[in-house]
C-alpha cells in the first residue's frame, strides 16, 4: 500500500517568513495529493491539491509541487501569518477510486 | 450547501463499553470515509464506502469494529467492545468525483474518550 512520510513535524517561523513542508510516497500509481489544514480541535480542510499531470499549482500564498520522478511534493505558504498556525496534512492517493493515505503532519507555528 | 454532519460530538465510556457514531454526509456525496486520528497522528483510514459498497476495509480492525451504510447514504461506525487505546477522534468525510477529480469533505469528528 501506499505510504507517505512528512516532515518537518514541526515548523517554527515569523511572520512575514515563507514556510516550506514536504512529503514523499511510496506508490508510482498514487495521482492526487491534496493538503489540509487542521485548526486545534477542528476538522480538516482542503486547501489546495494537485494531480500528476501538472508541477505546480498556486492559490494566493500557497502553492504546491510536484515531482512525480522522485515522489515528492511540497507545500509552500509565502508571507506567513499567525492565522496560518495549524497542523498541515499532506495525502496521497489515485483520484477516481480514492484511497487516501495521510502524512503524520507538521505543526507550523507563526509568531507574530 | 450543508456540511458532513456527525454525532455525538463528544463521547466517553469505559473499556468493554459499546459506543456507536453517526455520519451524515453532504448530498449527493457518494463516498463515505471513516478515519480515526489519535492525537499528534494524521488521520488513519478505518473504511471507504461506495454507495453502500465496502471499497476498502483493510485497516479496520474487525473483531471489535464494524460499519455499515445500509442505504447508501448515512453511516454509523460501532466499537464493541472498547479498549483504551481506541481514545481518539473518529472523523467522517465524503467526496463526490467529478471525471477523475475527487474533492473530500470533512465532518466535525466525534471525540471519543476511553476510560
Known amino acids: 500500500g501506499e505510504n507517505v512520510e512528512q516532515h518537518p513535524s514541526t515548523l517554527s517561523v515569523q511572520e512575514g517568513d515563507s514556510a516550506v513542508i514536504k512529503c514523499t510516497y511510496s506508490?508510482?500509481?498514487?495521482?492526487?495529493f491534496p493538503w489540509y489544514k487542521q485548526e486545534l480541535g477542528k476538522r480538516p480542510q482542503l486547501i489546495i491539491d494537485?494531480?500528476?499531470?501538472?508541477g505546480e499549482k498556486k492559490d494566493q500564498r500557497i502553492a504546491v509541487t510536484l515531482n512525480k520522478t522522485a515522489k515528492h511534493f511540497s507545500l509552500h505558504i509565502t508571507e506567513t501569518q499567525p492565522e496560518d498556525s495549524a497542523v498541515y496534512f499532506c495525502?496521497?492517493?489515485?483520484?477516481?477510486?480514492?484511497?487516501?493515505?495521510f502524512g503524520r503532519g507538521t505543526s507550523l507555528i507563526v509568531h507574530p | 450547501e450543508a456540511g458532513v454532519a456527525q454525532s455525538p460530538r463528544y463521547k466517553i465510556i469505559e473499556k468493554r463499553q459499546s459506543v456507536a457514531f453517526w455520519c451524515n454526509p453532504i448530498?449527493?456525496?457518494?463516498?463515505l470515509y471513516w478515519y480515526q486520528q489519535i492525537l499528534g497522528q494524521g488521520p488513519k483510514l478505518l473504511i471507504q464506502?461506495?454507495?453502500?459498497?465496502?471499497?476498502?476495509d483493510s485497516q479496520l480492525p474487525k473483531d471489535r469494529f464494524s460499519a455499515e451504510r445500509l442505504k447508501g447514504v448515512d453511516s454509523t461506525l460501532k466499537i464493541q467492545p472498547a479498549k483504551l487505546e481506541d481514545s481518539a477522534v473518529y472523523l467522517c468525510?465524503?467526496?463526490?468525483?467529478?471525471?477523475?477529480?475527487?474533492?473530500?469533505?470533512f465532518g466535525p469528528g466525534t471525540r471519543l474518550l476511553v476510560l
Open positions: 468525510a465524503s467526496s463526490y468525483t467529478r471525471g477523475a477529480q475527487e474533492t473530500q469533505y
Open positions: 506508490d508510482s500509481a498514487s495521482n492526487y
Open positions: 494537485i494531480r500528476s499531470n501538472v
Open positions: 495525502a496521497a492517493g489515485v483520484g477516481g477510486s480514492y484511497i487516501p493515505t
Open positions: 448530498s449527493g456525496h457518494a463516498t
Open positions: 464506502f461506495q454507495n453502500n459498497g465496502v471499497v476498502d
